[in-house]
């Protein structure tokens, strides 16, 4: 599993108010989301904007509709005071092997665990990944995905952007430089206050999104 940027999976844009979020985006990068589905497990839903032909921008908000979380929604969605980039996630084919490797290291990427999501014409998307709840070193680490035979989500959302690059800061930006390449990833990672920030080529120029 060699991470450089053509195999990040996507980038996780979280919101307490997903169609605010989806109307911010429009205006800074020139595209508008289109509305992915819901997810029944987290009580969350989500908007998709293709960043390359197998990488995307998720932008994840709350689902208000009945019934009400049993659990915290991930990410903090009902407390964030701002929309922000909130973590990131990588396509894998061995995820029991990733888990076993970050295990190794004292990094905990939780279970393997199946996710599914109806789409608005009805159809289901499948995957398996890591544990999006764990912590992760605040979200600097990714999460891991497999689509399996899915089609990939980037290829049916609105199209126009591109993901030049991507940089994770963190206090602890050596341990976490370790930790990737441990996991097969090369990433950018420097240090500073935790933050993600995304150069993206978008119909209104390079944009940077944190």
């Given at each position: ?140 680490i990714p999460y891991f995905i497999d689509w399996g035979h899915t089609p990939h989500p980037a290829a049916s959302a609105p199209a126009g952007c591109r993901l030049q690059e991507l ?44």
């Amino acid at each position: 599993m060699k991470a450089s940027l053509p195999t990040i999976d996507h980038l996780v844009y979280a919101s307490s108010d997903l169609q605010d979020a989806i109307r911010r985006l429009e205006a800074l990068l020139g595209v508008a989301a289109a509305i992915g589905g819901q997810h029944p497990k987290w009580r969350t839903q989500n908007a998709l904007i293709s960043l390359g032909p197998q990488t995307y921008l998720e932008i994840m908000g709350p689902d208000n509709s009945p019934p009400d979380p049993q659990s915290p929604r991930p990410f903090v969605l009902d407390e964030l005071a701002t929309p922000r980039l909130i973590t990131w996630v990588v396509r894998g084919d061995d995820l029991e092997e990733t888990v076993a490797i970050a295990r190794r290291e004292g990094l905990d990427l939780g279970e393997i665990q199946p996710g599914s999501r109806t789409k608005p014409d009805g159809s289901v998307l499948r995957w398996k990944m890591t544990d999006l709840t764990k912590d992760r070193k605040g979200g600097a680490i990714p999460y891991f995905i497999d689509w399996g035979h899915t089609p990939h989500p980037a290829a049916s959302a609105p199209a126009g952007c591109r993901l030049q690059e991507l940089t994770i800061f963190h206090p602890e930006a050596e341990r976490i430089s370790y930790l990737l390449s441990k996991l097969g990833i090369t990433q950018k990672v420097e240090k500073g206050p935790l933050a993600l920030e995304a150069t993206i080529l978008s119909p209104k120029g390079h944009i940077v999104l944190t």
